[in-house]
């Protein structure tokens, strides 16, 4: 094998890597699975809850979520949620049995909480931050989760730790797939 073809396949390589280490990061708690995303400013939580196990498993709807641990901020909106979500409303306060009604985090947490919605697999969330401190690599999420009757709490807090994953911006892509079709050419034109 030719150095140039051996350092051909090496770039193809690395490339590749590049584009399997964007994948999120994805934390299971209870048999509920949550990943999680970082792009720019904006955060992606999916949350995958059709078969909740554990304290969970009478669980049929989710009522509250909080992410702490976000460096600071200066404003969120939440800009995609599931039917019924897109009301929820925003607080600064920590989420604890009553809702979000705990101690503040003005700044540095969020906590959304309105009208239930029914679990499944797929719920996803965007939260666009804005400010020039966020750090969303590693926020602490909680979430409330309700049974049938719709009013009793089913399990504990969950208190977990997300692992967010950046994902490359599309120039990162565009840049990668123009040094591969730059490499193929100086390879064909080294065959000429």
């Given at each position: 094998?030719?150095?140039?073809?051996?350092?051909?396949?090496?770039?193809?390589?690395?490339?590749?890597?590049?584009?399997?280490?964007?994948?999120?990061?994805?934390?299971?708690?209870?048999?509920?699975?949550?990943?999680?995303?970082?792009?720019?400013?904006?955060?992606?939580?999916?949350?995958?809850?059709?078969?909740?196990?554990?304290?969970?498993?009478?669980?049929?709807?989710?009522?509250?979520?909080?992410?702490?641990?976000?460096?600071?901020?200066?404003?969120?909106?939440?800009?995609?949620?599931?039917?019924?979500?897109?009301?929820?409303?925003?607080?600064?306060?920590?989420?604890n049995a009553n809702g979000c009604s705990?101690?503040?985090?003005?700044?540095?947490?969020?906590?959304?909480?309105?009208?239930?919605?029914?679990?499944?697999?797929?719920?996803?969330?965007?939260?666009?931050?804005?400010?020039?401190?966020?750090?969303?690599?590693?926020?602490?999420?909680?979430?409330?989760?309700?049974?049938?009757?719709?009013?009793?709490?089913?399990?504990?807090?969950?208190?977990?730790?997300?692992?967010?994953?950046?994902?490359?911006?599309?120039?990162?892509?565009?840049?990668?797939?123009g040094g591969l079709g730059l490499l193929?050419?100086?390879?064909?034109?080294?065959?000429?």
């Amino acid at each position: 094998m030719t150095p140039f073809i051996r350092t051909t396949l090496l770039s193809a390589l690395l490339g590749a890597g590049t584009i399997a280490s964007a994948q999120a990061g994805t934390v299971e708690f209870q048999g509920v699975d949550f990943t999680s995303s970082l792009s720019g400013n904006v955060l992606t939580l999916e949350i995958d809850a059709a078969n909740p196990t554990g304290s969970w498993a009478g669980a049929t709807s989710l009522g509250a979520l909080q992410l702490k641990d976000l460096g600071s901020f200066d404003n969120v909106s939440l800009t995609a949620a599931p039917g019924g979500t897109a009301n929820w409303a925003l607080s600064s306060k920590e989420l604890n049995a009553n809702g979000c009604s705990g101690g503040g985090h003005a700044g540095s947490a969020l906590c959304y909480s309105g009208a239930h919605v029914a679990l499944t697999d797929d719920m996803v969330f965007q939260f666009t931050f804005s400010g020039d401190n966020v750090d969303a690599t590693s926020p602490q999420l909680k979430v409330t989760m309700f049974g049938a009757d719709g009013n009793k709490k089913v399990g504990s807090l969950m208190g977990e730790h997300l692992v967010v994953s950046a994902v490359p911006e599309p120039q990162t892509y565009a840049m990668m797939l123009g040094g591969l079709g730059l490499l193929g050419f100086m390879a064909r034109r080294k065959r000429a």
